[in-house]
């Protein structure tokens, strides 16, 4: 694999784009044994009594293979994400230097049981010129097999090589790939807190993505009423399970006593159960938690909460207690919401609309591989350009640092 | 320090160019103080019979001083690396993202014995809005002790937090550090493979940096002898402790019974030896090694050398041998140039220039904090860009995602 990825590297945006397009094609043409093999899957996840919204993820049918091929269009339209420059620059003359994206390398992603993520992760690795290495959850391992297959010949009829895509299928093949440090350049694993850890506690390779997502939301002194409870709802119930959803909302003492009662009405009535300080217990009836009880991702219909006396003491809980993913102020003061946005060391810092934004496909990116809580790299969802890094080229006429350390030569530094 | 961050995050570039001027004029004044200290520890490392080469590193006189101020008033004038813009998108009317670059946070940088770097790697820090905790070399403990007591006053002076520098001054610190993955955001280890390896090994920290330098010139049956010579002597001798001097040299077949002899005259006149296979060995006087004795980072006046029969033979040479930090090819014939320099997966790829370009002076980055040869987040020669992530800022007029996952809202992605 790792002599695939400089022929993967030199292939063209045409080339690439061909294979999505293959993928696009034989997918639809062999629809039938993808849903075939998923109806098995779905039916031995039943025998095993998976909860109903796990086996819901677990479903491929026309739509999601709809959307899997939409996303594979929409990928080719974008431009191509290798061979870049982001910088041109004339050292001396007939010395000039380039600084040129390419791919990573080789990209190992390990992801939970879904096989639209397959066909997602796949195709953009090859977009970005990567060589991948897909390990999906156990439940859909039949329709990961026949998807692999598809996208695998789809990938060597379009002329890229053999050995760019490699499926594991077996659970001991992570500990495998956790080991190939000398092999693999970057692993992206999805899933669980406990799972990411795990990952990031036991390879040298490096790793993107995110263990927790605790986000916050902080209704400032100058929100507005009406714009925060549909958000506040929003953030918490559109999707709980997912990392993006908030955990722990946090609100200005002087608007806590009005505004508190409406919105543990809004909340009640969409199921979500309030967990708050002793303080927020005077004001609305809800369970009563310490005040340092806030490391917690719920990802349940549960929402932490606490009074705060100034826009900076919120930024301080959330540099403390937060996974820096995404945090939100509520206010109609760009003063402070600036002051929050700079301040919040997050991935993402909104104001006034639903953390639940924080995601590739609503970002404009067409597609994620996954959200990245590290500073180092990719950030925030990662797409296309997340994938990259670059290389510098220098192009000479036979010139030596010798000459340079003399006086002989002189750098003269022109961007071209 | 951890806390010190968003604050010297939201300082503004005026701030930290004062900084800078106030750290120029304290050194200037105190000058006498700096030379005294570093007097005291050069006395010192004689008295423990340190090697000439090293003692030449740990001198800081009124040449060395110079260099330093020049450096700080040419970071003043580079541009600021924050607040950067490098996605500015209208998701929807009213609900606008913009990427936006800021600092990473809190950077460890462990550096050798040369208080030079201490002032170079300190204001670069600054300069990207980073805190940072500095522990450089014993041998030169006094001088780093006056200089980074001249910079932190001078940065508190000019407003900015107290917190944002530090300096760990024993050994056993560094094992503190290691073990501060919830403070401190990257590490950036200078210094032998050993140690740098030991650093990469004991830390959850990501570490920016290189272990090896293993760096390679392959001479292409294209190649112009005259430019060959001087480049391959200045790679190897110029500085030949440097991680981007030249170990291994790769000869295409054709031409390497005509230019072996000429090549080992000019390396034996400069005080080179050469290790060289069987092969090369029948051409010209050598020590003969083993097929697969390529690993070596000699660090000194030791090349060794292989014939190749392709470009494709060389590459998979470096790829496999190499640590992905500068490789040269020596060729007038562009489309092996390309296919080399697409092909080998280093920081840097070089056509016709000594291996020693490879280095943030030279590259124009006024200065450098260290050359990584990871493929995630910088690489190559780190400068400010190197030393920034970003952040995406959204800003919203209320919208949940709840209204665009039903249909009633949709996105119209149009970049500004």
Redesign the interface.
Known sequence: M??A???L??STNEDRNLALSLIAETLQKHSAKIFEANAQDIAFAKEQGIAPAVLKRLKFNEDKLNDVINGLKQLQTLPDPLQKLSLS?E?DKD?T?YRVS?P??VIGVIFEARPDALVQISSLCIKSGNCAILKGGKETARTNKVLFELIHQSVIDAGLPTDCLFQAEQHNEIDELLACHENV??LIPRGSNTFVQYI??NT?I?V?GHADGICHIYADEDF?E??AI??I???KT??TAACNAVETLLVHRSVAKDFLPKLADALTANGVKIRGTKEVAAAISCEIIADDDFQNEYLDLVLAVKLVDTVDEA??HI?KYGSHHTDCILTDNDTT?A?F??????????????T???DGF???FGAEVGIST????A??PVGLEGLV??????????????D??SGKSE?H?RDL
Chains 1, 2 share one sequence.
């Open positions: 790792k002599l990825a400089p022929t590297a030199a620059r050292l010395l230097l390419c990573i390398g350049d970057l990031m506690n040298k490096p993107m507005d009406m714009k549909p958000i709802v929003d953030a559109q999707y930024i301080a540099n919401a002051r946005m700079q301040r919040v060391d997050s991935a993402g810092v909104y104001q006034n609309c639903s639940r934004f924080a609503r970002y404009g590290g500073k180092i790299h950030r925030g890094t670059y290389k510098y080229k220098l192009f000479g006429k036979g010139q030596i640092v010798g340079y350390a750098f530094f």
